[in-house]
């Protein structure tokens, strides 16, 4: 889970994922996240800010017009395994006004990049 270049088998809103610095998932670490953007794509650089394998993790991601906060949990669970992904995602500057329009939009782009993660770890959905 926290080797975020396998963003783009689960996530179809990622074209690809490089990692940039370091050799392994840990603390420091950074990869470079192509997503599809309003009238092409854009690069994210992701840095895992927080890493206590193989529990927790925090990536961050800031450019000059977003913020995005991903934090995964995995908690064991009878011979399998919780996975819980929160994703935070706000504007930055002038275009926070736009913050509603964006959670509309970035609800939806959730729920299929939920359902493409789901598939990849042959699990269910599971509300909490």
């Known amino acids: 889970m926290a080797d975020l270049t396998n963003f ?3 996530d179809p809103g990622v074209v690809t994922s490089t990692m940039v610095v370091g050799d392994e998932p840990a603390a420091g670490t950074a990869f470079d996240v ?3 953007s309003v ?3 854009m690069t994210l650089r992701y840095e895992l800010v927080e890493f206590d394998t193989p529990n927790r993790y925090v990536a ?3 450019s000059d017009k977003l913020t995005s906060v991903d934090v995964v949990t995995v908690e ?3 011979g399998g395994s919780i996975v819980t992904y929160d994703a935070e995602l706000t504007l930055n500057g002038s275009f926070s006004m736009a913050d509603p329009v964006l959670q509309l939009t970035f609800n939806k782009i959730g729920d299929k990049a939920a359902a ?3 598939g990849v770890l ?3 959905r ?3």
Do not use: S
């Open 39 to 41: 009238g092409g794509t």
């Open 76 to 78: 064991p669970d009878n």
């Open 60 to 62: 961050k991601a800031v």
């Open 8 to 10: 783009a088998d689960w």
């Open 126 to 128: 599971v509300e909490r």
């Open 116 to 118: 493409g993660l789901i």
């Open 34 to 36: 192509e997503v599809k």
């Open 122 to 124: 042959d699990g269910v």
